[in-house]
């Protein structure tokens, strides 16, 4: 039997061997993983002992891979799988700074999870023809792995691993929608965990508003202004750097309004007003004028000139 091929492109191909089943208890089918060292385009810590993974079989867990590997480069070298759409820890927690950094960081973790509701599957079905990544514990187990797999081509009879142990992973099938039922309907205890978690992480956030809101009570922004909090103000601190930056503001207000005649509302008002006093006494004026002309020519009245 001539050895079978073992890359496509940069590729390396791994046949994994399906376990029997009760409709096909004679065959014994095999599915196609793609591998290569994981390259990603945003480059992380863990990428030299990495390996990405095309087209991992739809019923995919950790327990199934770590199987295969193990039959592979002996056990204990998976480290951590994650597969397409799953969330890491790197993208459900931000990054915090040194100062607490391990405390706030748990913390993070801890309202994460608070914050998700019971799931009601216990095992998770992949999309056909997705991905996966697997971190093993150095480098060296990479290129084991993709050594040991080039060696299982070039042999007559390759023995190619068997997919996973299905006495560790939750059955398929009728068990797993009969489990799907049942997580459906949550125990009370395991809804008021979820409800006291929830609060535990919204009292926390709330505790951490009011302490920044504390520690900036009497610091000025750029504009000067100084945020008065809830409480009052603890002290005269930085009085002086506050009346600084009011003055600074004032002299930029100023400029702002230099050669703007009437760019606000109230000086249009005022400047509207000034205008009607004036029509008003050239009014009274011009009433005055009349009378005293109508005096001088008689009771007759006042008559036009011709």
């Known amino acids: ?44 810590e863990t990428d030299s002992r990495s390996i990405f993974l095309v087209n991992v079989p739809v019923d995919s867990t950790t327990a199934h891979f770590k199987t295969v590997f193990s039959s592979l480069i002996g056990s204990g070298r998976v480290e951590e799988v994650i597969f397409e759409g799953d969330k890491t820890a790197s993208t459900a927690v931000v990054k915090v700074s040194e100062k607490g950094g391990k405390k706030r960081k748990r913390e993070q973790e801890e309202d994460t999870q608070a914050s998700e509701l019971p799931t009601t599957w216990n095992r998770t079905i992949r999309q056909s023809g997705s991905t996966a990544v697997i971190t093993l514990v150095d480098e060296k187990s990479v290129e084991l792995t993709l050594k040991a797999i080039r060696k299982l081509h070039k042999s007559s009879k390759p023995q190619w691993p ?32 979820h409800v ?21 009570r009497n610091v000025p922004d750029d504009d000067g202004f100084v945020t008065v909090t809830r409480g009052g103000r603890t002290g005269p601190a930085r009085m002086e750097e506050a009346e600084r930056k009011r003055k600074e503001l004032e002299e930029r207000e100023k400029e702002k309004l230099s050669g703007r005649d009437g760019f606000y509302r109230f000086q249009t008002r005022e400047k509207r007003k000034e205008e009607q006093k004036a029509l008003v006494l050239g009014f009274e004026e011009d009433r005055k004028r009349v009378e005293g002309m109508r005096e001088r020519r008689g009771k007759g009245g006042f008559r036009p000139e011709r």
């Open 1 to 44: 039997m001539a050895p079978s091929q073992s890359s496509i492109a940069d590729y390396t191909l791994l046949p994994i061997t399906l376990p029997s089943t009760a409709a096909l208890p004679l065959s014994k089918p095999t599915h196609t993983i793609y591998l290569r060292p994981h390259a990603p385009k945003v480059p992380t």
């Open 162 to 193: 068997i997919w996973g142990d299905e006495k560790k992973v939750a059955k398929l099938g009728h068990a797993r929608y009969e489990a799907h039922y049942k997580l459906r309907y949550p125990s009370p205890a395991a809804l008021q965990a």
């Open 196 to 216: 006291d978690g929830f609060m535990a992480a919204f009292n926390r956030r709330e505790e951490e508003a009011a302490a920044e809101a504390k520690r900036s």
